[in-house]
């Protein structure tokens, strides 16, 4: 019993504690995509718990808050994320150097960087949660629901930045198991408390709506609180210690410079979707609410396929800071080939399961059948994402911010929201679908262009080169 017991130990030290920098390549990305996978899935099972909740409530009330979600809360999410990539690329590049003091310095500084933005998030909800849920253009019925819910998820923002960048760091230094445990607990929580306080049992108050932003935020916070409990403890990759909290402006300026492309592209992406919405309230109130119920069936596939897209990533990243530039390819590779035929099986099932995946989200048979033309468009999305995705996190993890950041940006701008906005009114809401599936295809014929000119192995030189004058003009640390 005590052997078998060792085993498994000694099994979870290796799986954790892996040396992606010298093990094969496709039991890496297994490693290292197969705990943010199971926290995806834990996600879609929370989402799916969510819209069950929200569709008892009403089509009002989970319009609100899909919308909300969707624009607003995903604006706050991008920037975390842009924090979050730009400190990846970091800290796997000093674990791939054997540098890890730098790595904790830096993920200290993400931490600190995490509670600044939060408490700004935080005010900004609290003061103006009508202005700001004026600005997702969402019909004037749905304010009633939408108003309260953005002061609560702004205030309670937290939780979300904490976990986010918490993520980030692990995952950076090799680690994904410890958060998919971390996962696990805030996903139970929160849906244990969402269905107490949106419904009132137990003894709790029956809040509704106000229920999905208190009761997550419970799950949230608890899941942050754990994450720097891990950090501070030294039970993970990285040990954090106060004095890695203490300001390092260099270091922050170092961040901040690799972290306002991705959070750029990120928030242009933001603000096309909030376009999107606006432009689709134009067409009554049914293509609004089967728009709101695409966009949350749309994050199924990035939900699913992106950790495959972070696992490589790291692996490129981690490759290069070994200086092994050949490494890197292969990962990029063997990402490109498992990555594409999951997104494959996921764009196919949703073509045709379509209908009965909107059957199942809204009673409403105009919104079905708008619901499920979007998801047609949608699913041939998927097939170019499922090189977009890799092809963006690879040049990421290589510290190439700029270049993807541009192309998504550019597509946005020059492509979807002008295709958009004529396409919509010279052929009705279809053209939005096209426009969406259009800029798709333009975003992912950009970055295979970079990708296939051979681009990278210049971009990976390029970004060094420029991180070690930086490190010695701002960072000697570092």
């Not at 900004?124 to 009633?144: K, M, Q, V, Y």
């Not at 606006?278 to 699913?304: K, S």
Request: charged letters at 15%; a positive charge; proline letters at 4%.
């Amino acid at each position: 019993m005590d052997t078998r017991e060792d085993d498994a130990g000694s099994a979870a030290r290796r799986w954790r504690n892996r040396d992606h920098t010298r093990a094969g390549l496709l039991g890496s990305l297994f490693v290292l995509s197969v705990p943010m996978l199971a926290s995806s899935a834990l996600m879609l099972a929370f989402q799916l718990a969510d819209f069950s909740f929200l569709a008892r409530l009403g089509d009002g009330p989970m319009a609100a808050v899909i919308i909300a979600n969707q624009t607003l809360r995903q604006f706050v999410m991008v920037l975390l994320m842009g924090m979050g990539f730009a400190s990846q690329a970091l800290i796997a590049r000093a674990v791939g150097e054997g540098d890890p003091e730098r790595a904790e310095h830096l993920a200290g500084q993400l931490v600190l960087i995490g509670g600044v933005f939060s408490t700004g998030v935080a005010i900004a909800g609290l003061a103006a949660p009508e202005l700001l849920f004026g600005i997702t253009g969402a019909d004037e019925s749905f304010a009633i629901h939408g108003v309260p819910y953005v002061r609560l998820v702004f205030a309670l923002g937290y939780g979300m930045a904490g976990f986010q960048l918490f993520n980030a760091i692990l995952s950076a230094a090799g680690d994904t198991t410890t958060p998919f445990f971390v996962m696990a607990v805030q996903t139970v929580v929160a849906i244990v408390a969402e269905w107490m306080l949106i419904f009132g049992h137990f003894g709790a108050p029956a809040l509704g709506v106000a229920g999905v932003a208190i009761g997550n935020a419970c799950g949230q916070l608890l899941s942050m609180s754990i994450g720097l409990s891990v950090l501070f403890r030294g039970g993970a990759r990285i040990h954090l210690r106060w004095r890695h909290l203490k300001p390092d402006w260099p270091t922050l300026r170092s961040i901040g410079a690799l972290s306002w492309p991705p959070a750029m592209q990120m928030g242009v992406q933001a603000i096309v979707v909030l376009v999107y919405v606006r432009l689709a309230g134009g067409f009554g109130e049914a293509v609004q609410a089967a728009y709101a119920i695409g966009l949350r069936i749309g994050m199924i596939g990035p939900m699913l396929c992106f950790p495959l897209a972070s696992a490589c990533a790291t692996l490129v990243g981690q490759a290069l800071g070994a200086g092994d530039v050949p490494r890197a390819w292969r990962a990029l590779r063997v990402g490109l080939l498992v990555h594409g035929s999951v997104m494959l099986v996921i764009a196919s099932s949703l073509y045709f399961l379509r209908v009965p995946l909107m059957e199942l989200l809204s009673d409403d048979p105009e919104v079905i059948e708008i619901g499920a033309e979007y998801l047609q468009y949608l699913a041939a999305a998927f097939l170019c994402w499922a090189f977009f995705f890799i092809w963006f996190r690879a040049l990421q993890g290589a510290g190439d911010m700029l270049v993807p950041a541009l192309i998504s940006v550019g597509t946005a701008l020059f492509v979807s929201l002008p295709l958009a906005f004529w396409l919509s009114a010279r052929m009705g809401r279809e053209g939005l679908w096209i426009a969406f599936l259009a800029s798709a295809v333009v975003s992912t014929a950009g970055t295979t262009w970079r990708m296939l000119m051979r681009r990278l192995p210049r971009a990976l030189r390029g970004a060094a080169s420029r991180r070690r004058r930086r490190r010695a003009r701002w960072c000697p640390r570092c």
